[in-house]
């Protein structure tokens, strides 16, 4: 079955205007920590590419890696080996263009700024002159649905609430790719359930190439159009999966969908193994 | 109110046994002096103006030596938090200068500036440096690094980083490095101007105990109380306006 899915794969995989460059590219990349990066691989050779505006998901058991692969895609750390390229360019470095949310909102939110001056600080690092960001807090605001809390302390809010609006101030750069790091991890199912739906939209609305870290292989496989599964110790590619499921989704129907049932199948089974291995 | 009674009912009497005391003449006057007169000397001191150009002179130096050591105790405090390395150069010889007691450099600061603001101002700031440089230190090592990554992420300059992420993240415990000084700053003041340095309330007092004016001495402790408790509070309610002030990043 899993054969059956690749290969309508070329067919899905283009969604980006016949990109012949992919938004992002990673070839051959291995990353170790340690002293002069000795230590064991965490990264083992990853090679993959993420079209324009495509959502991938990257899915893996804990420890296998993932989240440094997230930070390697935004530039905050360097590979030990291969390379990773964003629009044609070799990554060198943090930009702009690439907003990373990460999962403990609470520590990435200024906690002496109000939520309209968190999101303000994107605008302040892309050069927004003054008078232009207020407008464009408000509307940042409301496509969150965090109106009412514009002049709230991030502490004063729910995690779901902090999480939409460390989303609304990566939304405020502009960003090519929006790299997420478990966004979801530390929220209730309901809640987790809403913001799943609404990063979708977003993503799809703006058409913004998404890379989302998730240890939920139903949250991957719900969101992305495209799902990779990652193995542990090393952490390397142990299956990649076109999801092929029309969008919107819907929390009900998709998740009752056959394909939905047999990529969670096909990748638990996979997962449970990969996570077993040596 | 009935709190405030229930606590204020010891002082007062005290207040009032040391007065009857005194009047029957079981205490000296010359040393105990009694409420009722130092009450009168801190009036008189207050109205002829003499209290507050001695108060004047002492938060005078105070705050200039606590403003030095603010300046120099938050700039390398910061360059050192942020770099480790460094730290490790320059901290042996902070480890050095730090245990000698402020009020021995009274003798070299006097060679230096003679008597005077000058001289008493530097000894304030020796004293009040150190806290203010180890709470920095310690500050800006304590940053969460995720902001610092946030910081990176967004690209931010490095003035823009150092205004908008490092030292409001670290404002919150540098705070607590300021209020140590401030106090400590006025034990400095007070200390030089009794020991050598003629002026402020320290000199006024010491002047008062060899004339044996012992009420205007008393009066005058009784205000230098005054003067510690107010700016502690005042300093307390600043510091309480700062949101999420001593936890960077706080939990929800």
């Not at chain 1, 002293?35 to 420890?63: Q, Y």
């Not at chain 1, 819907?250 to 009752?256: A, I, K």
């Not at chain 2, 150190?130 to 304590?142: D, E, H, M, Y």
Request: hydrophobic share 50%; proline share 5%.
């Amino acid at each position: 079955m899993p054969v059956q899915m690749k290969e309508d794969r070329a067919v899905q995989a283009a969604p980006a205007r016949g990109a012949a460059v992919p938004a992002v590219s990673v070839r051959g990349v291995s990353m170790a920590f340690g002293a002069e990066r000795k230590g064991p691989e965490v990264l083992a050779d990853i090679s993959f590419d993420v079209g324009e505006g495509e959502f991938l998901c990257i899915v893996g058991p804990s420890g296998c890696g993932k989240t440094t692969l997230l930070r390697l895609l935004s530039g905050l750390i360097r590979p030990t080996a291969g390379e990773i390229h964003f629009h044609g360019q070799r990554v060198s470095g943090t930009s702009r263009d690439r907003a990373i949310i990460f999962q403990d909102y609470s520590k990435a939110l200024l906690p002496w700024r109000t939520v309209a001056g968190n999101i303000s600080l994107s605008l302040e690092a892309c050069g927004v002159p003054a008078p232009e960001r207020s407008g464009r807090i408000r509307a940042l605001l409301a496509k969150m649905g965090l109106s009412h809390t514009a002049r709230h302390y991030p502490n004063q809010l729910s995690g779901g609430m902090q999480q939409r609006v460390q989303i609304a101030r990566c939304l405020a750069q502009q960003p090519k790719l929006l790299l997420m790091d478990e966004p979801f991890g530390a929220l209730d199912a309901l809640t987790r359930q809403k913001l799943q739906d609404e990063v979708a939209r977003i993503a799809g609305e703006q058409r913004t190439t998404v890379v989302f870290i998730t240890h939920d292989l139903e949250e991957a496989i719900y969101l992305g159009d495209r799902v990779i599964a990652l193995a542990s110790n090393p952490g390397r590619i142990a299956e990649m999966v076109e999801v092929g499921i029309a969008r919107p989704r819907n929390q009900l129907e998709t998740r009752e969908d056959e394909r939905f049932l047999a990529h969670r199948h096909h990748l638990f089974g996979l997962l449970q193994d990969a996570s077993f291995s040596p | 109110m009935t709190r405030l009674l229930r606590g204020t009912a010891i002082p007062l009497l005290l207040i009032i046994s040391w007065e009857i005391f005194s009047r029957t003449g079981s205490l000296p006057m010359d040393t105990f002096s009694r409420p009722s007169a130092i009450v009168a000397a801190g009036a008189s001191g207050l109205a002829d103006g003499s209290l507050l150009t001695a108060t004047w002179q002492t938060f005078e130096a105070a705050l200039t030596g606590f403003a030095i050591a603010a300046v120099l105790g938050i700039f390398f405090g910061v360059v050192l938090g942020l770099a480790p390395r460094l730290e490790a150069i320059v901290g042996p010889s902070i480890d050095a200068l730090r245990p000698i007691p402020a009020v021995a450099l009274i003798p070299l600061t006097l060679l230096l500036f003679g008597f005077g603001l000058k001289m008493e101002a530097s000894v304030i700031a020796f004293a009040c440096l150190w806290p203010i440089l180890i709470v920095t230190v310690v500050a800006v090592r304590g940053i969460e690094p995720r902001l610092i990554e946030v910081s990176n992420a967004l690209e931010l300059s490095f003035a823009a980083r150092m205004r908008k992420i490092i030292l409001p993240a670290a404002l919150g415990r540098i705070t607590v490095g300021l209020r140590v000084a401030i106090g400590i700053s006025l034990v400095v003041a007070v200390t030089v101007e009794i020991v050598l340095n003629p002026r402020g309330l320290g000199y006024t007092m010491i002047v008062a105990q060899q004339q044996l004016r012992s009420d205007l001495m008393y009066a005058q402790l009784v205000w230098l109380g005054l003067l510690g408790w107010g700016i502690n509070a005042l300093l307390e309610r600043a510091v309480s306006r700062w949101p999420g002030a001593g936890v960077p990043g706080s939990d929800a």
